[in-house]
């Protein structure tokens, strides 16, 4: 549906986008991770022709959003960080205001006004000003203007940004309905929001696209590092010998816990789980332990070590 192709994009000596590349099929939420900063919002403003690249190229279901803009904005419903609004207007003047502009028939208008209203919640709020409406309102009419002509695509720029808990909660059960009907893109600087609503994450740090996969294959690429850890409350040599009878250890790690207790980060040969393997020896030598887990790198380590080293190639390259 969405193809960018080697996406650059500067202003002065600043380079916002650095030759991005990726590609957005049908039928899933995408989600944008990355710092402030990171250019999130630049690559969206330019999928959506707000703003022309300074090299390659979007192509939106086959048309060039810069060579053939109305026919691939046809295809888009956008919600910028800042909603579009009209405060002087209601909700429904505002609604019509747009689905004119999206040149929605007047046949069709209506329904469609009423349909998005039932499905943002805005049936009760249709005849009030913007002005008056709170924050979270606000951003339910800039989804209902979105979603307004029901395009294939819904491009959302940090949809909950400044929303209290419950309207959060609100707005990812909305982005994840339409997700029933719509291909769903939304950034954001928020882990949690992005492991909960999005079906595949693209992780952009410093205009680059630094890993993109699902959530689950994203924490199991890191966690090829993962290790077992072990607490005993026995004198090191003894928790030696034990583990140094086990030939499916590749590596230990002691450390000392103070009140006697000794920790040990256990690596196994080819990255194998050897956690019953090591409860059964200590239980033959009649050794309790005290803790014995699998410890994996979480979304939020990946995201962590993936930016850092963004950040850490700048200051390389800098410094040349």
Known sequence: ??????????????LAVDGLSFQVEE????????????????????????????????????????????EAKKHIGYLPEQPP??????????????????????????????EVMELTKLEESENRLIHNLSKGYRQRVGLAQAILGFPEIIILDEPTVGLDPKQIIEIRELIRSLA?????????????????????????SKGRLVASDT???LENLM????????????????????????????????????????????QGRDKEDIREKLFLAFAEERVPLQELRLVKSTLEEVFLELTQEGKEAETDESNI
């Open 215 to 217: 959530p689950d294959n």
């Open 27 to 70: 039928g899933q939420i995408y989600g944008f991770l990355g710092p402030n900063g990171a250019g999130k919002s630049t690559t969206m403003n330019i999928m959506t022709g707000y703003i022309g690249a300074t090299e390659g190229e979007v192509l939106i279901n086959g048309h060039d959003i810069l060579k053939e803009p109305e």
């Open 1 to 14: 549906m969405i193809e960018v192709k080697n996406l650059v994009k500067r202003y002065g000596r600043h």
């Open 85 to 114: 609004l009209y405060m002087e207007m209601t909700v429904r003047e505002y609604l019509c205001f747009a689905g004119e502009l999206k040149k929605i028939p007047k046949d069709k208008l209506e329904e469609q006004i009423a």
């Open 223 to 266: 966690n090829k590092t993962a290790y077992i850890q072990i607490q005993v409350r026995k004198p090191e040599d003894r928790i030696r010998n034990i583990l140094g009878s086990l030939e499916c250890i590749e590596t230990a790690e002691y450390s000392a816990e103070g009140e006697g207790v000794i920790t040990v980060r256990i």
């Open 180 to 204: 029933k009907r719509h291909t769903v893109i939304l950034s954001s600087h928020i882990l949690a929001e992005i492991r909960e609503v999005c079906d595949y994450i693209m992780i952009i």
